[in-house]
C-alpha cells in the first residue's frame, strides 16, 4: 500500500509526511523532559558536555554577564536556536517552545539560569511580546508561557 505524500488536515494547510514527522519527533523530546524530577540525568543529555560541565561549574553565576559559550551546542540550545528563527506561524514553533517549557519545568536554577542567559531566550521574548507587529492568540500565549517558565523565582 503507498501511502499519499500530501495530507491535508484542513483547507490552506500544507502537512506532508516530513512535517508530520517533525512535529512527532519535537512531541517525543517535549515528552522525554516532560517528567518529574526523577529524570535530572535523561534532561541533562539535551545539554552538550561543554555545556553540562559549564551549568555545573562556579562560572555559571546568575549574576555574572552573559557570555556565549564557544563550542558544541547541545540539542536544547539547537531548539531555542529554531525556536528564534521559526516564523509565528510556523507549525513547529509551538512544540519547540514546549520541548523548552518542558525542559525547564523541574529543572535546576542554574540550568533554567543557562537558559534563559546563555541563549538570549528572555531577551528575544521580551522583544518579541513588545513589538507591535499583529501577534496571533496562540503566539502570545506560546512566547508568555515559555517566559512564565523562566521566570518562576529562579531568573
Known sequence: TSFPTNLINTKGCECNLESALRVQYLRLLHNFCD??????YGRRLLLAPSERSFVFSDECD???????LSGRKGLLSKIIIAYKCEADDS????????????YLRGSSPREQWFVAR??????????????????????????????????????
Do not use: I
Open 91 to 102: 507549525p513547529y514553533k509551538f512544540w519547540l517552545a514546549s520541548c523548552t517549557e518542558s
Open 62 to 68: 546568575p549574576t555574572s554577564v552573559r557570555r556565549p
Open 118 to 155: 546563555s541563549s538570549g531566550l528572555v531577551e528575544y521574548l521580551v522583544e518579541d511580546l513588545l513589538d507591535d507587529r499583529l501577534h496571533t492568540a496562540g503566539t502570545l500565549q506560546t512566547a508568555f508561557d515559555l517566559l512564565g517558565e523562566l521566570c518562576k523565582g529562579n531568573v
Open 35 to 40: 517528567r518529574d524530577s526523577d529524570n535530572y
